[in-house]
C-alpha cells in the first residue's frame, strides 16, 4: 500500500525537512507488521514527493494470535494491499513529528497551510464516493476518486470498493497527515487492533478542532471507535459538550428513530454541526444567517474567530428580542459585540442591507414561505444578496414516515408551508442555482435511510464567476 504527498510550494523539496527524511536517501523502518519504506520520486525546486510504501507481513499479521474461526481469512485477505488501520500506524511511527507539526529545522513553515495532495492508490471506502466526499470536502479538501474494478482483466466483474484517491487542499503538513491518521480506517471501516478508551482519547485529541463541527462526526466516530456503543456515545458527548441539547418541538421525535442504546445527538445539532462545518470549508468571514430564530447558529459562529461578522435576520421581531437575550448580546464584551448584529427583514423582498456577503444560511426556513413567495426569494437571495456561498437546509419529506406524531397534514410543523421530497429540492435547488450562476451540491443530515433519505436535506450553493 502506497502513500504519495505532494506540495508545489518552493522550495517543494523543503518537504524532506518537514517529513524529517532525506529526499536523497532511501530509507526503511521495521514495523511489527511489515516493513515502511519513505523514497521521493520527484523532489525538485517546483515539485516533490514523498511516498510511504508499506510492505504488510500477511503471516506476521496473524503470528501470536489464537487460532480458531477463520484462519484461512486471516492470511487470504486485502492488507497487505489496502489502505488500513496498518496504513495509519505507519503514518503515526514514521511521521510522527510532522504530524506533530514539529520540525527543527523549518518550523514556521510547519505551521504554514501549503498546497499539499495525497494520493492513496488503493483505499477501501465502505460509503462509496459519496461518503469519502461527505467526510474530506467539509474539510476544505478537493477530492478526485477513481473506483477500480474488481479485476482489470475482466470488467464484466464489476467495481470493487476500492478507490485511488487523491485529496488536494492548502493545509499544513499536521494536518494533513492527522486528517489521514483518523479516517483511513474510518473508510475501510476496520481495525486490526482492539479499541478501547485509550482509543477513544486518541480520537478526541487527534479530532481537535475539525471532528466536532464535522457533519459526519457522528459516522466517523462510531466507525472509528468499530461501532462499539458505550465508547462512541460518550465520544460524541465529549466532542459537543455543555451544550444543553436544544432541541425544537418540530424535531423531537427524531430521537425515536434509532433505538435507545445509540440515542443520537439531536438532529437539530447534527444540522447546525453540518451547516457549520460548510461556512467554515467555504472560507467566510462575513456570514449572514437568514431566517436567524432565536440565534443558535448564532451563537455557534460567534465562538469561531473565523467569522469576523455575523448578521442575523429575521421577519419576527418577537423571535429576534429572544435573540437577543439568548445570546446576551447587552452583556458581550465590545469587541464580541462589534462582531454580530441582528436585522429585521424579510427574505422575500430585495434588501440592499444584504448585499458583499461571503455566505448565507438558510436553515429551516424555505419551508416557512408560501409557495407563490419562492421566486421572490429566490432573487432576493441569488440575484440581489449574492453571496459567494449559500447553504440551505430543509425537511425531507419523505422521511416523515419513521415518525409518529407528525401533523395530520403529514408535515412536521404547523407553520411549514410545505415540505419537499429529494426529488423536489434537488429540482428547486438545481433551476434556482442554474438560473443564478450557481453550483449546487448535496449533503444529507441525519441518519440517511438507504431508501427514505435523510431526515434533513442540505444544498450548498456555490457562486461562479
Ligand atoms: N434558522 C433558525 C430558525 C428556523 S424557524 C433555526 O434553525 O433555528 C424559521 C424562521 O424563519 C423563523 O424564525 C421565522 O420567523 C423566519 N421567517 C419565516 N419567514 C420569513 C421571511 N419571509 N423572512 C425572514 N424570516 C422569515
Redo the contacts with the bound molecule.
Keep these: 500500500m502506497l502513500l504519495t504527498i505532494t506540495t508545489t510550494r518552493r522550495p517543494a523539496d523543503d518537504l524532506g525537512y518537514l517529513l524529517h527524511k532525506h529526499p536523497g536517501r532511501f530509507q526503511s523502518y521495521a514495523l511489527a507488521f511489515g516493513t515502511a519504506r519513505v523514497f521521493y520520486p520527484e523532489a525538485g525546486e517546483d515539485r516533490c514527493s514523498a511516498c510511504l510504501l508499506l510492505d504488510v507481513d500477511p503471516v506476521g499479521l496473524v503470528r501470536g494470535k489464537a487460532g480458531g474461526e477463520g484462519l484461512l481469512d486471516r492470511y487470504v485477505n486485502d492488507r497487505p494491499y489496502a489502505a488500513s488501520s496498518l496504513m495509519s500506524v505507519a503514518i503515526a511511527q514514521v511521521f510522527g513529528s510532522a504530524m506533530q507539526g514539529r520540525s527543527n529545522d523549518r518550523p514556521e513553515l510547519a505551521a504554514t497551510p501549503l498546497p499539499l495532495s495525497a494520493r492513496l492508490d488503493v483505499l477501501p471506502v465502505r460509503g462509496g464516493e459519496r461518503f469519502l466526499r461527505a467526510v474530506f470536502e467539509p474539510l476544505g479538501y478537493s477530492v478526485a476518486a477513481e473506483r477500480r474494478p474488481l479485476d482489470e482483466q475482466f470488467p464484466e466483474w464489476g467495481e470493487s470498493p476500492y478507490f485511488a484517491v487523491e485529496i488536494a487542499a492548502e493545509t499544513t503538513l499536521s494536518q494533513l497527515l492527522t486528517h489521514l491518521y483518523v479516517l483511513i480506517p474510518v473508510f475501510d471501516d476496520a481495525k486490526h487492533y482492539f479499541v478501547g478508551d485509550a482509543e477513544m482519547e486518541k480520537l478526541l485529541a487527534k479530532g481537535a478542532g475539525w471532528l466536532a463541527g464535522h457533519p459526519e462526526k457522528d459516522e466517523i466516530t462510531r466507525r472509528y471507535l468499530k461501532h462499539r456503543h458505550g465508547l462512541y456515545r460518550e465520544a460524541l458527548a465529549r466532542l459537543a459538550p455543555g451544550e444543553p441539547a436544544d432541541v425544537?418541538e418540530a424535531d423531537e421525535p427524531s430521537a425515536r428513530v434509532e433505538d435507545s442504546l445509540e440515542k443520537p445527538l439531536s438532529l437539530n445539532d447534527q444540522?447546525l454541526g453540518a451547516v457549520l462545518a460548510a461556512l467554515r470549508a467555504s472560507g467566510a468571514r462575513r456570514v449572514l444567517?437568514?431566517?436567524?430564530?432565536?440565534g443558535?447558529?448564532l451563537r455557534l459562529l460567534l465562538k469561531d474567530p473565523q467569522f469576523e461578522e455575523v448578521v442575523g435576520?429575521?421577519?419576527?421581531i418577537r423571535?429576534l428580542e429572544a435573540a437577543r437575550d439568548r445570546l446576551h448580546l447587552d452583556r458581550l464584551p465590545e469587541r464580541q459585540a462589534a462582531r454580530i448584529r441582528l436585522m429585521q427583514?424579510?427574505?422575500?423582498y430585495r434588501d440592499r442591507r444584504l448585499e458583499g456577503y461571503d455566505a448565507a444560511a438558510v436553515?429551516?426556513?424555505v419551508e416557512?414561505?408560501d409557495p407563490p413567495?419562492l421566486a421572490a426569494?429566490e432573487r432576493a437571495l441569488f440575484a440581489s444578496a449574492r453571496p459567494a456561498t449559500v447553504v440551505l437546509t430543509t425537511p425531507n419529506r419523505e422521511y416523515n414516515v419513521t415518525w409518529e406524531n407528525v401533523g395530520p397534514d403529514r408535515l412536521r410543523h404547523p407553520d411549514h408551508r410545505f415540505e419537499w421530497t429529494r426529488a423536489e429540492f434537488r429540482a428547486w435547488a438545481e433551476a434556482a442555482a442554474a438560473r443564478h450562476g450557481y453550483a449546487v451540491r448535496f449533503v444529507p443530515v441525519g441518519p440517511d435511510d438507504p431508501t427514505l433519505g435523510p431526515p434533513t436535506q442540505m444544498g450548498v450553493f456555490t457562486r461562479g464567476r
Design positions: 425544537d444540522r444567517d437568514l431566517g436567524c430564530g432565536e443558535r447558529l435576520v429575521d421577519v419576527s423571535t427583514g424579510s427574505l422575500t436553515v429551516e426556513v416557512h414561505l413567495r426569494f
